[in-house]
């Protein structure tokens, strides 16, 4: 999703601005731009293709200020005159992130005081604005702060002016800013990745912040326009492990990645002899005994992670459970209980409807609010009361993968310390799940030795155009899981279904064009499977079966089985991921298509 990055420095800021825009190529982007301020004159450059692109374009590009940009298209087609930076009469500059709702309106106002407009979007809105404050004498923070009261939506903005050498102006409101501290330079960007090579201090910006930025010196206003001081933190973010090393794909890299994401993440419980509440924060022992009830709120992948951890939830530690995608929960009319732990879910932390759905349970009263998130210093983890930091590393592929798995850990992990809580584990059952626990990455070492046949296997969905996934209970939502990252990354069509929906519609589009995949475990569903498998190959359904040790599922004509070891319990959905994850990366590599920046997805969605 579109990356800001900024600074101010007694030195050409260029290279800063693109290794930023480079650090956050991984949200995904269309298209990438920069401006700086040169002997009091505007200099752009702007590119449809990759930062690599703008870095040539830009290689005379020089100045001491500037703001630059990676765009996800939401208002306008992605193209160089939809880029940003906007300009407003070769005077103000402007990049932005969010959607401005009432841009229409504005428009049609500013174009009436004589503005022309060269792009389509709702971000040139804000450019003339500013100007139109700003030709009237005011100061830049104050022609912001004006054009700021005019706007309804979300934004993220950086702000610079052709006659103002060392001073610009950021501001934030529904979308994440943060403002870095240099010696005598200063910088703003959307995600701390982008500055971690010029600076470690950093100011995360609150809701309605308008910060004005000197070389030296910066003055921080919230929302009322009243100076703030705001905490100046030193960020632990890691800058190495975004390396692509001597894989061709970071997808395929941090699919292999998952055994020692997985160790990571279960670090704290795997030298422990007991499960404790404080893994998910100190004010947990407190919070869990309060509660009778958990809402899982995510989107995408995380979203099947929720759906897993239903399962367990409600089997294991026996606690009714909910798990809503968050951009419809946001805007339902729910009933709320004080007494639900509100759990979200997000690799990113920044996903902008889950957010404002961890917002809106809030507002409800639900004041019990646990992130499992990968990301220490993102808005969902400051947002809420518990945490779980799943410790996956940096995840750059757009598919997710490594997240997933971990975050299902540490959801694995909640359910446990649920159970114990309320009575339904002993001792014994304690000890044994620790011991599957730490037995996890060695068994999904094994899984990924399938790798070879999955390649090979994946040649047969080439030149297919739909997929059908099966998996049943707890594995259901493993093979939507499978279905997604399938379309994500090759684009072919696939759904999932519950094997025992089957009958009730999907059996009318099986045919031997319909490649079929099913999830196979060797749990008490599987007679049933076997049955639902069955239905298909009579209607001449072509089927790959990921099944497990004993289940005595055969190859044979039109049946293709891929063993998968003994069945590991609770924890089979975490091994039934890997196979489905290889699939979807060996058939969109052989599809040649762009691994880890499909089309039209972003990494992190942080606009509505
Ligand atoms: C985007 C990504 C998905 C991800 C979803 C939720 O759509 O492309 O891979 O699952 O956002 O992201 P989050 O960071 O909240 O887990």
């Keep these: 999703m579109c990356g800001i990055v900024g600074a101010v420095a007694k030195r050409n800021v260029v290279p800063i601005l693109l290794q930023g825009l480079q650090r956050l190529e991984y949200r ?29 374009k830009s290689s005379t590009t020089l100045g001491e200020l500037g703001i630059a940009h990676t765009r996800w298209a939401t208002h306008g087609v992605p193209s160089e005159r939809n880029a940003h930076p906007h300009l407003s009469s070769e005077q103000i500059a402007v990049v932005h992130n969010g959607i401005i709702e009432n841009y229409e309106e504005l428009k049609q106002k500013l174009s009436g005081q004589g503005y022309a407009f060269t792009s389509d979007t709702d971000t040139e809105v804000i450019a003339h604005l500013i100007h139109s404050h700003y030709k009237q004498g005011k100061s830049l923070l104050e022609a912001t702060q004006a054009a700021l009261a005019e706007l309804v939506g979300a934004y993220a903005i950086g702000v610079i002016a052709a006659d103002n050498a060392h001073q610009f102006i950021a501001a934030r409101k529904g979308s994440p800013l943060l403002l870095g501290v ?28 308008v910060v004005e930025i000197n070389l030296d010196s910066y003055r921080i206003f919230d929302a009322k326009g009243n100076l703030v001081n705001r905490p100046l933190m030193v960020s632990e973010l890691s800058n190495d492990s975004v390396e692509l090393g001597a894989y061709r794909h970071y997808m395929l890299k941090e699919i292999y990645e998952q055994p020692q994401a997985l160790a990571n993440t279960l670090e704290a419980v795997c030298n422990s002899k007991s499960l404790v509440p404080g893994l998910f924060g100190a004010e947990a022992n407190e919070a869990f005994q309060l509660i009778d009830r958990v809402l899982i709120l995510a989107c995408g992948t995380s979203h099947n992670a929720g759906m897993v951890a239903r399962y367990w939830l409600e089997e294991i530690a026996g606690i009714p459970c909910i798990v809503e995608i968050a951009s419809e929960y946001r805007y339902r009319t729910s009933v709320a209980d004080p007494k639900t732990l509100v759990v979200t879910i997000s690799q990113s932390g920044e996903t902008a409807d889950t957010l404002a759905a961890l917002n809106h349970a809030k ?95 994946a040649e047969q969905f080439v030149n297919k155009h739909h997929a059908l996934f099966l998996g049943r209970g707890l594995h259901y939502p493993i093979a939507q899981e499978g279905a997604l990252k399938l379309k994500e990354i090759s684009y072919i069509h696939a759904e999932a279904y519950p094997a025992g929906e089957l009958k009730h519609g999907p059996l009318a589009l099986v045919d031997k064009e319909m490649p079929v995949i099913a999830v196979a475990p060797n749990d008490t569903l599987l007679e049933k499977l076997k049955s639902n498998l069955q239905e298909v190959r009579a209607r001449g359904g072509e089927l790959y079966v990921f099944a497990d040790a004993n289940t005595k599922i055969a190859s044979s004509e039109g049946v293709h089985v891929m063993q998968m070891p003994e069945h590991a319990g609770f924890l089979s959905p975490i091994l039934h991921t890997i196979p489905l994850q290889l699939l979807a990366y060996y058939v969109a590599l052989q599809k040649g298509t762009d691994v880890d920046k499909p089309r039209n997805l972003a990494k992190s969605v942080t606009v509505e």
């Design 363 to 457: 507002s409800l009263g639900q004041q019990h609010t646990l992130a499992i998130c990968n990301v220490p210093e993102s808005a969902i983890i400051r947002q809420s009361k518990l945490r779980f930091l799943t410790r996956a590393g940096p995840e750059i592929g757009v598919a997710s993968t490594k997240a997933f798995t971990t975050q299902l850990a540490g959801l694995f992990l909640l359910t446990l310390v649920l159970a114990k809580m309320r009575g339904r584990l002993n001792g014994e059952q304690e000890q044994k799940f620790l011991h599957e626990l730490r037995h996890l990455p060695s068994a999904l070492q094994a899984v990924l030795n399938l790798a070879p046949d999955i390649e090979k296997l």
């Design 28 to 56: 995904g982007y269309d298209s990438a731009g920069l401006v700086v301020v040169n002997e009091g004159k505007l200099q752009r450059a702007r590119s449809t293709g990759r930062v690599s692109e703008l870095t040539q």
């Design 182 to 209: 240099g010696d005598k330079e200063n910088f703003v960007a959307s995600d701390m990745s982008a500055l971690l090579a010029v600076t470690r201090n950093v100011v995360y910006l609150e809701e309605g912040d």
